[in-house]
């Protein structure tokens, strides 16, 4: 069955870095677009970023600049670079494969000083 496993969550001050991993099982990983998500406390789940099977990707505006998403096929792992975190990036952040309906349990993300 699919599996997604993402970890990396801390809590860490306003400007720090963070990078999320999200280990995929279960499917042809390589063959899936994959994303980020987040969920804010009270608000909505929403994509912050996209990669494609031909590892290009795309952004939500909030996150241009800060955030890199990229993927290693050969260990079926989707990696998030978080830089020059801020206190509105706290969240819990999960990864998917576009088109399959599983999620993972996320990863907690609290920007504080």
């Known amino acids: 069955q699919v599996q997604l496993v993402e970890s990396g969550g801390d809590l860490v001050q306003p400007g720090g870095s963070l990078r999320l991993s999200c280990a995929a099982s279960g499917f042809m990983f390589r063959n899936y677009r994959m994303s980020w998500y987040r969920q804010a406390p009270g608000k909505e789940r929403k994509m912050v970023a996209q990669?494609?099977?031909?590892?290009?990707?795309i952004y939500a505006d909030s996150v241009k600049g800060r955030f890199t998403i990229s993927r290693d096929n050969s260990k079926n792992t989707l990696y998030l670079q978080i830089n020059s975190l801020k206190p509105e990036d706290t969240a819990v952040y999960y990864c998917?494969?576009?088109?399959?309906?599983?999620w993972g349990q996320g990863t907690q993300v609290t920007v504080s000083s």
């Open positions: 998917k494969a576009e088109g399959l309906p599983s």
């Open positions: 990669i494609n099977e031909s590892h290009s990707t």
